[in-house]
């Protein structure tokens, strides 16, 4: 294959953003901190190597272009471009990519899509600039699908033009949230409530820490460190106590509190209005069944292809559809040719496909002659019973099955 067939090729595969795509191939390819695999690192290490892989993509100028594109009104074509992006990224470190979308996607997708032009510049441009990063706290311990029925209270407190966030139950604990233990802001999401009445559930950009770590004051998080996967990812527990925030950090898009505690917002029906906060953050959503295909993806460019260096940094260079067809073109290469003893490859595996299939063939009859032996308790009186057997041919390091499971 020549140079301009296979960049034609990756260019098909890769899409309408095949050049955006091609530029962080090529800036994750020569950067160090892709070049290892995260398994043997401690649980610190792990956070620590993912953020610095965050900031080293957040830094790429085109990176930063396509970020600040966010802060514009129209955005065309934004959302696919960020989920070809989400995907590339994933494919090179899950834990990279899902971090990435948790601050950019959906810490700034709250703020880009629920505040105001000026909240925007405020909030979201100094992420696009790393100034700071955020997190997404809509989660809660006693539920997640169930958005409505938040716990967690943002009393407004005329007095002093202030916002009270507090965690008044267990079951209000943000839970799960993503940069939790690295991140300065969070978009949290509370009922909203003026003289004792709520207008339901809005976000509220609340100060976790300042820039040196110091925490505001009423905020607890708390690590909950090991997870089943993506432990690059510091996922943790959010409470708060009390914690008093400006007016002005309600995102105001669909509803906003005067000095004087009067509600207004454009949408008038409480459920419309929440329904139309919902639908504002469901392409950040989108981007979760993005990351699962890049996920898949990478499994398969990497299962039996590549030894255990490539298996973690392959696809930052290929795409698994590009490496799929090279596997594909150089196996039927192969099987056009002829094996050592003359015979043509492709006679040769057909003759042994045939051998197999009259192996399996004969497995019922196997099967159940092993099954009949065990009813007679042949297992072990015999010395023909299946589990005699199988423990005498096991080879090391295979795990045996009791007899009871050999059917399945
Ligand atoms: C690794 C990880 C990272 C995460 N990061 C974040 C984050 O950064 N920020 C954040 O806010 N959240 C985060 N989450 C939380 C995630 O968004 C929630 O897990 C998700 O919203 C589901 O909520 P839940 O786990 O409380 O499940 P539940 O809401 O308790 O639901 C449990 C099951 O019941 C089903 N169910 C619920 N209600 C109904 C109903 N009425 N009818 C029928 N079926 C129903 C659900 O579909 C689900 O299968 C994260 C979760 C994980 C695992």
Partial sequence: MDQKQTSSLARYLDGEFWEIKDAFRDAISKCELFQSSSYDLTLDQNRDLTAERLYHILRLPFMREHLQNQLKEKQIGFINKSFGITELICSADMATGVKLGVVCGLYGGAVNNLGSPEQKMKWYLPVSELQFTGMFAMTERGHGSNVRGIITEARYDQSTQEFIIHTPSEDAQKMYIGNALKGNYAAVFAQLIINGESQGPHCFIVPIRDLNGVMWPGVTTIDMKHKEGLNGVDNGILIFNNVRIPRENLLGKFGSV??????????????????????????????????????????????????????????????????????????????????????????????????????????????????????????????????????????????EKPHSQLSG
């Fill in 258 to 399: 005067s000095a004087e505690g009067l509600y207004s917002s454009p949408v008038l029906s409480k459920s419309s209005r929440f329904n139309a906060m919902l639908a504002a953050l469901t392409p950040t959503r989108l981007g979760l069944t993005v990351q699962a295909m890049a996920a898949m993806k990478r499994t398969s460019s990497s299962e039996g292809y590549s030894g255990p260096r490539l298996r973690c940094c392959s696809s930052v260079f290929l795409t698994c559809g590009f490496l799929r067809v090279s596997v594909h073109v150089r196996l039927r290469g192969w099987l056009q040719g002829v094996s050592e003893d003359g015979i043509p490859r492709v006679k040769k595996i057909q003759k042994e496909r045939k051998c197999l299939l009259s192996i399996v063939a004969g497995f019922p009859f196997a099967k159940q002659l092993c099954t009949r032996t065990h009813i007679r308790g042949g297992t072990k009186s015999h010395g023909f019973g299946t589990k005699t057997r199988m423990s005498a041919q096991a080879p090391p390091g295979v795990i």
